[in-house]
């Protein structure tokens, strides 16, 4: 797998491919160095199936902190072979992930992933200014999903770490975003920033950072993406709702990339992606020293393994 920085990624024999499928993750990170992962509170079995599948694809080694008795337990329960994984007893979900977060501080894990521990606990542990994994930008999370109702991958960010963000935290999320598809070999992605309408209404404060933004954009103040919106969600992502609005957009349609305007809207469209979408997702914490995998209860085995095939990536 070869990347360039220009819209595609190129396979080995010199053929194009575009971003359809989660696999391509699974290729990049088999092109890369391979990286151990530091698994915060490991003792849970469809996080412990995710790390078996990555080893078994040779994307990762990993290092599991937590309640060692009930690890082995579920191990055994998976045929999960643990003769090679360093395995440190922690039984303290928040302690273990403090442990976890050490590891990545200390280069002897480049990945960090949340097992059983509350998702504000976990984070918490990486935010912490002593022990932390914070590199003076913003945290904020990403999601790529693979759609049957959509031609390419789509991504969707922060449905999970940024609470209310301020336009000044939305510019921070969009830089971290587009990094993000800059290293994916993406060079100018699409971002459709979501509102409930299309055109800019003083008394919808989601259509002013739209616009907003999208100025920024066009002022070269944000770089390396084309930004529109404010854009509704249909607008967005159907070019027959573009037309049928006479929408005159670069993003509306064809969108790489949604910008959300809080965690409410973005994390109810995340789970109907999934839920009623029949969408995978794989995704990640960007901003952080290294790439930090936090997969809800709700995701699929396969869309597990894709966040670590995504963060071994990066
Ligand atoms: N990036 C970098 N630094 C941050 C960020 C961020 N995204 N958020 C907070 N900080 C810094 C602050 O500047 C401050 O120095 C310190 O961290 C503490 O910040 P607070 O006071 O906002 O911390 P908390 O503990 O009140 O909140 C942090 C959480 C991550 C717990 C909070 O933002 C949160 O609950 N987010 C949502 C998590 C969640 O429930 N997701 C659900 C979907 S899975």
Same mark, same amino acid.
């Given at each position: 797998?070869?990347?360039?920085?220009?819209s595609?990624?190129?396979n080995?024999?010199?053929?194009?491919?575009?971003?359809?499928?989660?696999?391509?993750?699974?290729?990049?990170?088999?092109?890369?160095?391979?990286?151990?992962i530091?698994?915060?509170?490991?003792?849970?079995?469809?996080?412990?199936?995710?790390?078996?599948s990555?080893m078994?694809?040779?994307?990762?080694?990993?290092?599991?902190?937590g309640?060692?008795?009930?690890?082995?337990?579920?191990?055994?329960k998976?045929?999960f072979?643990?003769?090679?994984?360093?395995i440190?007893?922690?039984?303290? @979900?928040a302690?273990?992930?403090r442990? $976890?977060?050490?590891? =990545?501080?200390? +280069?002897? /894990?480049?990945? %960090?992933?949340k097992?059983?521990?509350?998702?504000?606990?976990?984070?918490?542990?990486?935010?912490?200014?002593?022990?932390?994994?914070?590199?003076?930008?913003?945290?904020?999370?990403i999601?790529?999903?693979e759609? @049957?109702?959509?031609?390419?991958?789509i $991504?969707?960010?922060? =449905?999970a770490? +940024?609470? /209310?963000?301020? %336009?000044e935290?939305?510019?921070?999320i969009?830089?971290?975003?587009i990094?993000?598809?800059?290293?994916?070999?993406?060079?100018?992605p699409?971002?459709?920033?979501?509102?409930?309408?299309?055109?800019?209404?003083?008394?919808?404060?989601?259509?002013?950072? $739209?616009?907003l933004?999208?100025m920024? +954009?066009?002022?070269?103040?944000?770089?390396?993406?084309?930004?529109d919106?404010?854009?509704?969600?249909?607008?967005?992502?159907?070019?027959e709702?573009?037309?049928?609005?006479?929408?005159?957009?670069?993003?509306?349609?064809d969108?790489d990339?949604?910008?959300?305007?809080?965690?409410? $809207?973005?994390?109810v469209?995340y789970?109907?992606?999934?839920?009623?979408?029949n969408?995978?997702?794989a995704?990640?914490?960007?901003g952080?020293?290294?790439p930090?995998?936090?997969?809800?209860?709700?995701?699929?085995?396969?869309?597990k393994?894709?966040?670590?095939?995504?963060?071994?990536s990066?």
């Open positions: 797998m070869l990347l360039n920085l220009k595609e990624v190129w080995n024999h010199g053929e194009k491919m575009i971003l359809k499928s989660l696999n391509t993750f699974i290729e990049i990170a088999k092109s890369k160095p391979k990286k151990k530091a698994v915060a509170a490991a003792e849970d079995q469809p996080v412990l199936e995710a790390v078996a990555a078994k694809e040779g994307i990762c080694d990993a290092i599991l902190v309640c060692k008795s009930e690890i082995v337990k579920i191990a055994n998976i045929n072979d643990l003769s090679n994984v360093e440190l007893n922690e039984e303290i @979900p302690q273990a992930s442990i $976890a977060v050490q590891l =990545v501080r200390e +280069n002897k /894990a480049q990945i %960090l992933m097992g059983l521990v509350g998702t504000a606990d976990f984070l918490r542990a990486i935010l912490d200014k002593e022990i932390g994994l914070r590199k003076g930008q913003l945290l904020s999370h999601g790529f999903f759609s @049957p109702n959509y031609h390419k991958l $991504a969707l960010t922060d =449905v770490q +940024n609470i /209310a963000p301020t %336009l935290e939305k510019v921070a969009l830089n971290n975003a990094d993000m598809f800059h290293r994916l070999g993406i060079a100018n699409k971002v459709a920033v979501l509102a409930a309408v299309e055109t800019v209404n003083p008394k919808m404060p989601a259509t002013l950072d $739209a616009a933004l999208t920024m +954009n066009k002022r070269k103040q944000i770089k390396g993406c084309i930004v919106g404010p854009l509704a969600f249909d607008n967005a992502v159907s070019e709702a573009t037309h049928h609005k006479g929408i005159v957009s670069d993003v509306a349609g969108s990339l949604l910008l959300v305007p809080d965690i409410e $809207a973005g994390n469209l789970k109907s992606f999934t839920y009623f979408g969408a995978v997702v995704a990640i914490i960007l952080a020293t290294a930090i995998v936090l997969t809800s209860r709700a995701d699929s085995d396969r869309s393994l894709m966040s670590i095939a995504l963060a071994a990066y």
